[in-house]
């Protein structure tokens, strides 16, 4: 059933790829909720996989890997066609990914700052205020959901 799954949205995929992605300069994956969950340029996406029960977006920056539960649905659309209630991004923000291993967080985007790690409850984690872009360890941390604050910018990650 799970390759029957797979191949299905490897078709959508492709089909949407080459029925109308040619206006469209940007990919974007939307949660359940609607709203947007992640979005690539198309310049910068070099492979998009599915296994294991995840989908796996391999680009310039690194590889953002989501679960199929997370994602309601891919489009392809132009940067300013996607709905979201953020107003204003600055330009560091919006380049700002990270990628995590079982035990570490890699920062990309940044080189240096403030980085605070805090579980859903509010509580802190870690805090580096004088952190350099090496490798943030989080072997400590048990499996969930995490938010990771950079330079004032947050992002949702799991371990």
Known sequence: MNRIYQSFLALVLAVLCCGGAYAQSHMTFFEPSGGALATWSLLDVTKVTFDGGNIAVTGKLGIDTFGFNQVMSIKF??????PS?????RDDASQLRIATTEGSIKVLGAT???VTIWNPSGQQLYSNRNWNGEDINIAHLERGIYIITINNTSIKFKK
């Open 112 to 114: 240096s700052g403030t």
């Open 85 to 89: 209630s953020i107003t204003a991004i």
């Open 77 to 82: 659309t132009d940067i300013e066609d996607i």
